[in-house]
């Protein structure tokens, strides 16, 4: 038992150790609990304030897939955990009313994050198979020793989470003040700009036309900020934001993407990545042509690869951010720019 507990967490910090997504985590911790007990289904569940919700699960059941919300209603392994954070064993599952997919009976140990019961580890058997008869005490040895890589994966989806809704927060402000730039300062320059010309054509006085010009400045730089913050033409699509930039671009872009909507927050992700790109390229690289792809598929593949020098680094802010802004969606963001040869900026996108 000990040597098995030993493999077994051996394998999970291995897992922890490559920084894999934390219901991989969860899946192998279930994974290996129902292999330390001797059973053939088990899973992780997190305690939410209305019930519960299956962080990761292994066995070769279709049912309770990981991301599965239910109550907790009176009775259960995990009610009873829940209620007393302790061990607890349930065999009556088929007498309760709600489709519990041929479950005969459950063991749950309370999971301890923090000092708090945040969730449990449940073996489940299903059909005809029955749990060993010390299968709570093996599964509460075994979530003891598991409980640092059960924290290490919670606080790792907390740490993705939280980052996700940074960003998004952010793109939201951000659109929110273009809108008031739009709506508001922009269109009264306008407005000036048009009662001033009309003016302009009624009186002999040259001086308005250095004020019209000067307004016109103002506007523009004004349209920029308001880009900077929030490309309009993002409100068509990636495809349209991408023409856009290409047609701003002083070094030639060809650029082939997939047309149709996405999903907001990973426009506007790819929609930077490849703005900068593009600004990199225009700037460092002394380049002839640039190449945008974007296709979409599982997830957003795009790339962005000019033939100028080379030499790209994580050294500035540009490339650091987008690096951010890509990993904050749980994506990957790529550099390679061997000197000479060019530069390729790479990122994936789940969709
Ligand atoms: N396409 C490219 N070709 C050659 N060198 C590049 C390219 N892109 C980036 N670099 C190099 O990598 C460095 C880092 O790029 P990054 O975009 O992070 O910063 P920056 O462009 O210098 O500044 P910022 O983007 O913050 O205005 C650049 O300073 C430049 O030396
Ligand atoms: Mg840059």
Known sequence: MARRIADALRDIAVL????????????????????????????????????????????????????TAFPLGAGGALTLVRDTGLPARFDEYERTDVDMHGLREGAATPVVV????????????????????????????????????????DARERLLESR?????????????LERNLHDGAQQRLVAARLALRMVRNQLDAPELDAISDELGLALEELRELARGLHP????????????ALATRSPVPVEYDVVEGRLPE???????????????????????????????????????VADDGIGGASFEGSGL????????????????????????????????
């Open 114 to 153: 923090e000092g708090e019961v945040w969730g449990a580890l449940i073996l489940a058997a299903f059909g005809g198979e029955r749990l060993p008869s010390d299968a709570e005490e093996r599964l509460t040895e075994f979530a003891q020793l598991a409980s640092l890589a059960l924290a290490s994966a």
């Open 232 to 243: 309009a033409a993002l409100s068509r699509g990636l495809y349209a934001a991408v023409g």
């Open 265 to 303: 927050a990973v426009e506007i992700a790819a929609y930077y990545v490849i703005a900068e790109s593009i600004t990199n390229a225009v700037k460092h690289a002394n380049a002839t042509s640039i190449r945008v792809t974007v296709t979409a598929g599982d997830e957003l593949a795009l790339s």
């Open 16 to 67: 922890v150790a490559s920084a894999a997504p934390p219901e991989d985590v969860f899946a192998e911790i279930s994974a290996q609990a129902a292999r330390v007990c001797g059973v053939s289904a088990a899973a992780v569940v997190r305690f939410t304030e209305p019930g519960a919700e299956v962080a990761g699960r292994w066995g070769d059941v279709d049912a309770f897939p990981a991301g």
């Open 320 to 351: 650091v951010g987008l690096r951010d802004r890509v990993e904050a969606l749980r994506g990957r963001l790529r550099v390679s720019s061997p000197p000479g040869a060019g530069t390729t900026i790479s990122a994936e996108l789940p969709l």
């Open 164 to 176: 996700e809704r940074l960003v998004r927060t952010a793109d939201a402000e951000r659109k929110r």
